[in-house]
């Protein structure tokens, strides 16, 4: 095991490897299943979730409040982001899910990803989380 180098004031990873894959570590994919559903910070720290609102169903998703979302990542400064993709698994033309943002937030982009088995594209996205003050975020999609 190779020992990170230490900077001033942090860790620089891949400093001397810079010809080498970066790997990092990712928790099991959340699943979320219904067509009701209130994302939790949880459920956003695993970085990937799938989803699938059921039966013949599409989904309403909610993004956790810009509260909740402090609460649970109190580390985050104004300008930090992070990202979550969700993959649809719905296999019914009804199974898209619609996203909200939350108290607090503001969903920038597509707020809709389609059903895996009828739609031949927009069947999953990406996400990124960026605070722009307290229990404030933009949601931005990015993919």
């Given at each position: 095991?190779?020992?990170?180098?230490?900077?001033?004031?942090?860790?620089?990873?891949?400093?001397?490897?810079?010809?080498?894959?970066?790997?990092?570590?990712?928790s099991?994919?959340?699943?979320l299943?219904?067509?009701?559903?209130?994302?939790?910070?949880?459920?956003?720290?695993?970085?990937?979730?799938?989803?699938?609102?059921?039966?013949?169903?599409?989904?309403?998703?909610?993004?956790?409040?810009?509260?909740?979302?402090?609460?649970?990542?109190?580390?985050?400064?104004?300008?930090?982001?992070?990202?979550?993709?969700?993959?649809?698994?719905?296999?019914?033309?009804?199974?898209?899910?619609?996203?909200?943002?939350g108290?607090?937030?503001?969903?920038?982009?597509?707020?809709?990803?389609?059903?895996?088995?009828?739609?031949?594209?927009?069947?999953?996205?990406?996400?990124?989380?960026?605070?722009?003050?307290?229990?404030?975020?933009?949601?931005?999609?990015?993919?």
């Open positions: 095991i190779m020992a990170l180098p230490n900077g001033a004031g942090g860790y620089q990873v891949g400093d001397g490897n810079l010809g080498e894959i970066s790997f990092s570590n990712t099991t994919p959340v699943a299943t219904g067509a009701a559903v209130t994302i939790t910070a949880a459920d956003l720290a695993s970085g990937v979730c799938t989803m699938d609102s059921g039966g013949t169903d599409a989904g309403a998703y909610v993004f956790p409040t810009g509260a909740l979302l402090d609460a649970a990542f109190p580390s985050l400064k104004v300008g930090s982001t992070f990202d979550c993709a969700f993959i649809n698994l719905g296999d019914n033309a009804a199974n898209d899910v619609v996203f909200t943002a108290t607090g937030n503001t969903l920038v982009g597509n707020d809709t990803i389609q059903d895996s088995l009828t739609k031949t594209s927009n069947t999953s996205g990406t996400f990124r989380f960026r605070k722009t003050g307290d229990a404030a975020y933009s949601i931005y999609r990015v993919a």
